[in-house]
């Protein structure tokens, strides 16, 4: 039952509008500052793209797919009407007037402090109350999720709650326990300063704060791309999910392990202790526990469609595949990606290999192979399996797809690898400038050109995708059907009730939150002298 | 399926996700806490609870007295903060006004100077406090400054700074400014020099960082050359001597002027 077509597709169309704008600031940030351009000589356009760049593609873009996918899965998976349709609309309203409201102050030049806000940088009050309306109309959605589900349960006691919804939900459960770090530091920390009020802030305090966010928002944005891995790729290549019951094992250790874990990203800085940046990389470790079940468990039903298909031998299945489904293309573009992507993140979380790479471009090409990578090309492809059913077109360019998934792959490959390596060489991250005829780097300069050329194949993918779903919006009408999940091997009957619900597992998040970050916070809280003078983007004096 | 009860220890996947869950972070703690911190080498031995209170981030006064390296200079003293001196009172500018006659021979009677000294006129006020504070704390020396400013108070020095933010800025160049030399327009990024501009005025300003357009070049050279052997050294963060220390002799000097040319 999908009745709330207008509400998925428009929350579909502003995420990937939000999403074309900023792809093409990025590829322009890429151009200005490689080899290929002379310097533009004020830094300060340069900064002003990123922030619009990082803003948009971390707050809006992937908030907006997980809210449209989720109101999606609820109605299909639950099989009934959206309780709450109008708040979904004044969600959405939210996160547009929030939007907007932010990114008009970094235009004018007033909030260059990139998404990461970077205290005691201030911007203007503008851009932290737009990032905060944007966050509110993303917690409607995650109150929604948690109604629905409740009320389907009410209806179905003892019934397994339908696994899209499951997963749905847990993402939701952990975005909102994220989001409320960056809420923290913004509420209490930034805007007192940025209205005014205070002139110093506690910039260590401000960074613990956002780390409990800026790890986490990684996994909010792997979420669709996870429940599509599950819910979406086995039956659309004709297999069955491998089990249910490891998905689900899969999403509550999301929930529980993936939050309190972002010291790691503070482990160049001195106002944590070492004994906490060691219980943060431990649990950074564990992560990974989800994403290879997760891996395992895809994989296995791959190879049931591959059995299906009358795959026969150790890996005479894998021939056999559908490759010419742009789904199965995708899901083995994410997985590689997905590959390459966790083996950098193990450097990253590790303590001593960090330092070599730490704030370097290996950074900038980490994240962006697992998100640019791994969790957009499936984002392409939970646009492409669920647009028939919203707007009642068939989507028929499989070629054009299948192109576009190739083009986003090799462009993110040649984006993001020379990347990686030129920060291996200490190449600086988020600088405006780099001067290439200094002997010392010039080296760098054709790798830094590849990446702008990968970066050029990409934005050439993202039209490839644009022109697919105008040619469906344009192709004759047709009757899609009823939307259809994976079915598992063995669909669950009687689950252990610790599989069906998230009470046990909400409570084990906060208290390993409580472990994790109480002290510091504490100890931060506690010591006098720790605030610094705040510097004001914008202000001339 | 049977009501079951989640929250307890006879519910096996509350005992074993909670029993793993604290078993993985109590292990953690006790190597992250005890174990590695006390096998660094090279590090004394403090104790047991001090390597705890340590490895959680507690600033601590360590035991052994040691002693606390101070400067072989005084330091500056004014810490800058946004909004900081800003809608000076009339009558702050008035008694600023009166207390700068003093100032004239030097800077000149509307503060614009003809003796190779700083051009006032217009200036920031937080810079104009900062410095006369630091000449009258000797973060700052200068045989002439000193005993000028030795009698005034606090409140002297804002009324001072307001006044001389009061006086409209006049373009003053003594010469053409020329082509933006490469140090001002880009710094020199593999040396760790940022661009001019991105503090005083052009492309950014950052508190306590005059801007420089029309400043005598005499000036500007003596004080990148003050700063660079360090005899200059009221830059709380030392962000000037590191600039400066790492220029050429002949890019302090096309530096210099440049801004002295820019009106």
């Given at each position: ?190 805007l007192p300063v940025a209205l005014g009020l205070r002139s110093t802030i ?340 | ?170 373009p003053v160049s003594q010469s053409s400014p020329g082509e933006i030399p ?82």
């Amino acid at each position: 039952m999908l009745n709330s077509r207008r509400l998925v597709l428009a929350h579909f169309w502003f995420a990937f509008a939000g999403f074309g704008a900023a792809l093409l600031l990025g590829e322009w940030q890429m151009f200005v500052r490689s080899p290929l351009h002379a310097w533009i000589g004020d830094p300060e356009l340069y900064y002003r793209s990123v922030t619009a760049h990082g803003t948009t593609m971390a707050y809006v873009f992937p908030t907006l797919i997980a809210m449209g996918y989720g109101y999606f899965v609820a109605e299909s998976a639950l099989d009934r009407p959206l309780i709450g349709r109008r708040w979904a609309w004044a969600g959405l309203a939210l996160v547009a007037v929030g939007t907007v409201t932010a990114i008009v102050p970094i235009a004018l030049g007033l909030s260059t402090v990139l998404y990461t806000f970077y205290p005691p940088l201030i911007g203007s009050p503008f851009y932290y109350i737009g990032v905060v309306l944007a966050v509110v109309g993303s917690w409607i959605w995650v109150a929604l999720m948690s109604v629905n589900l409740a009320a389907w349960k009410r209806q179905n006691p003892g019934v397994p709650v339908p696994f899209p919804m499951f997963a749905t939900v847990a993402g939701a459960y952990l975005w909102a326990w994220t989001a409320v770090g960056a809420a923290l530091e913004i509420l209490f920390l930034i805007l007192p300063v940025a209205l005014g009020l205070r002139s110093t802030i506690d910039a260590g305090l401000a960074r613990v704060f956002f780390s409990w966010t800026l790890h986490a928002i990684v996994y909010f944005w792997l979420m669709p791309t996870y429940i599509a891995f599950y819910t979406l790729v086995p039956r659309a290549i004709g297999g069955r999910l491998f089990s249910d019951q490891m998905g689900r094992i899969s999403f509550i250790l999301f929930l529980v392990v993936a939050m309190p874990i972002g010291i790691h990203h503070l482990f160049e800085d001195p106002e944590v202790g070492s004994g906490f940046k060691f219980l943060h990389s431990v649990f950074t470790a564990l992560v990974a526990v989800p994403t290879l079940l997760t891996v395992f468990t895809i994989c296995a039903s791959v190879e049931i469609a591959g059995r299906l298909r009358g795959g026969k031998g150790l890996l005479g299945w894998l021939k056999v595949l559908p490759w010419r489904n742009p789904v199965m293309l995708g899901v083995a573009f994410s997985f590689i990606m997905l590959g390459f992507g966790g083996a950098g993140g193990l450097i990253n979380m590790t303590y001593q290999l960090n330092t070599t790479i730490h704030n370097t471009q290996w950074v900038t090409g980490h994240f962006h192979l697992i998100f640019a990578g791994a969790v957009v090309i499936m984002y392409f492809i939970i646009a492409y399996d669920v647009w028939p059913h919203l707007t009642g077109r068939a989507l028929d360019s499989l070629r054009l797809m299948r192109v576009q998934l190739w083009l986003w792959f090799i462009g993110v490959t040649v984006l993001t690898f020379p990347w990686h390596y030129v920060g291996i060489l200490g190449m600086p991250r988020r600088m405006a400038f780099y001067d290439y005829s200094d002997p010392a780097i010039a080296a760098q300069a054709p790798w830094v050109v590849a990446s702008v050329i990968g970066g050029a194949i990409v934005v050439l993918s993202a039209v490839l995708f644009f022109c697919v779903l105008v040619r469906g919006q344009l192709a004759p009408r047709v009757e899609p059907g009823a939307y259809r999940f994976s079915v598992a091997v063995h669909p669950p009957r009687n689950l252990p009730a610790a599989l069906n619900g998230f009470g046990l597992w909400l409570a084990l998040m906060v208290g390993l939150t409580v472990v994790n970050y109480g002290f510091p916070i504490a100890n931060l809280l506690a010591t006098p002298g720790t605030a610094v003078p705040a510097v004001l983007v914008g202000a001339s004096r | 399926m049977n009501p079951e009860r989640i929250i307890s220890f006879r519910n096996k996947w509350f005992t074993y996700s909670v029993g793993l869950t604290a078993g993985i972070a109590i292990v953690s703690i006790a190597v992250g806490f005890i174990w590695l911190p006390s096998e660094q080498v090279g590090r004394p031995l403090l104790g047991f609870w001090y390597t705890i209170c340590s490895a959680a981030g507690l600033i601590r006064v360590p035991p052994i007295h040691e002693q606390v390296v101070q400067p072989t200079y005084v330091t500056t003293r004014v810490e800058i903060v946004p909004r900081m001196l800003r809608h000076a009172s009339a009558e702050s500018i008035g008694r600023g006004a009166t207390l700068a006659l003093r100032c004239t021979m030097c800077h000149g009677v509307r503060g614009v100077s003809m003796a190779d000294t700083p051009n006032l006129a217009g200036q920031y006020p937080t810079v104009i406090y900062k410095e006369l504070v630091d000449f009258k704390t000797g973060a700052r020396t200068s045989a002439i400054m000193q005993p000028l400013v030795a009698d005034l108070t606090d409140a002297d020095m804002r009324d001072l700074a307001a006044y001389y933010a009061y006086l409209p800025r006049e373009p003053v160049s003594q010469s053409s400014p020329g082509e933006i030399p490469r140090i001002v327009a880009d710094g020199a990024p593999m040396r760790g020099i940022a661009p001019c501009g991105a503090c005083h005025g052009e492309l950014g300003a950052k508190a306590g960082a005059p801007w420089l357009e029309g400043q005598p070049a005499v000036y500007l050279r003596t004080q990148l050359e003050g700063f660079a052997s360090g005899a200059r050294h009221n830059d709380i963060d030392e962000q000037m001597r590191n600039v400066a220390r790492g220029m050429t002799q002949q890019e302090i000097d096309s530096a210099s002027r440049y801004f002295a040319g820019r009106p």
